[in-house]
């Protein structure tokens, strides 16, 4: 008696734990957080506390984003588009440029290397389609500076791993074998006239390596925080906090 009486109890456990892990496991699917490729290099590195705000409570401080910045972003589109690799870098496998898929792109669901589900969407500047392959291009108006690979590695790397697990009806590009970003740094004006002139760029490809075990490391640690019970601390250098802060002070 006694011997089916526990037989009933662990049969009863065993169906309790497993309707626990349906619960818990439908509940993350839920409530995952999404993440945009761009928002690690100067949100999270920026400020986690303002990362933090901006994921788990909702609260974020918009500044607008200069209008110039998507004008010169489309007349480099436009220009580049259907155009070989060859005129970003010799050292490109031959393909073609693609840059008119303006459309928000959109993963599946991925998991951290704790099994924490988590989604990313963005848009791409541009890919180039090579015969068996394909590559994710950025351009970026900047400085012409190495240091740029560490600063957008996150970023390109995110796109990898987007295109390559897209949502259902998302644009899909695989493989992806090789990630860059193509820099513009103004140097001089030519040909300058009261209504008009041609400025000139220096350009430069830097390729960036995909490493699909470090970025899910990365965004391991930033779930990590945003799981967490502690908000994080302000950056000593976040203007945004300052800010709060400064307010806060004017109202007491």
């Known amino acids: 008696m006694y011997n089916d009486y526990q037989i009933v109890k662990n049969a009863y456990n065993e169906e309790k734990k497993k309707l626990f892990n349906l619960e818990r496991n439908f509940k993350l699917k839920q409530d995952y957080f999404n993440f945009s490729p761009s928002e690690f290099a100067f949100g999270f590195e920026g400020c986690q506390k303002c990362f933090y705000d901006r994921k788990v409570n909702k609260l974020e401080l918009k500044t607008a984003f200069p209008a110039i910045f998507s004008k010169i ?8 588009h259907n155009k070989s690799s060859k005129i970003i870098s010799e050292e490109l496998e031959d393909g073609v440029i693609f840059t008119d898929h303006n459309k928000m792109l959109k993963s599946d ?9 988590f989604t990313m969407g963005g ?21 012409i ?6 600063t957008y590695a996150t970023q390109l790397q995110s796109y990898a791993l987007m295109m390559e ?11 992806v074998k090789k990630l860059g970003i193509f820099c513009f740094e103004p ?18 490809w830097f390729e960036i390596k995909r490493d699909d075990q470090s ?20 950056s000593s ?3 945004t906090c300052k800010y709060r802060e400064e307010i806060s002070n004017a109202n007491r």
Request: aromatic share 10%; glycine share 2%; proline share 5%.
């Open 109 to 117: 669901v991925l998991y951290d290397l704790k099994e924490r589900p």
């Open 187 to 204: 140097s001089s004006i030519k040909d300058a006239k009261s209504t008009d002139c041609n400025m000139v760029f220096n350009t430069k």
């Open 237 to 239: 250098s976040c203007g």
């Open 145 to 150: 500076n190495e240091k740029k690979i560490d």
């Open 215 to 234: 970025l899910l490391k990365y965004i391991t640690k930033i779930q990590d925080i945003l799981y967490a019970n502690d908000v994080p601390p302000s």
């Open 73 to 80: 972003d489309l007349v480099h589109k436009h220009y580049y």
């Open 165 to 175: 697990n897209p949502k259902s009806g998302s644009l899909k590009l695989e493989p």
């Open 123 to 143: 848009k791409i500047d541009a890919y180039i389609k090579h015969k068996n392959s394909f590559t994710i291009v950025d351009f970026k108006t900047t400085n």
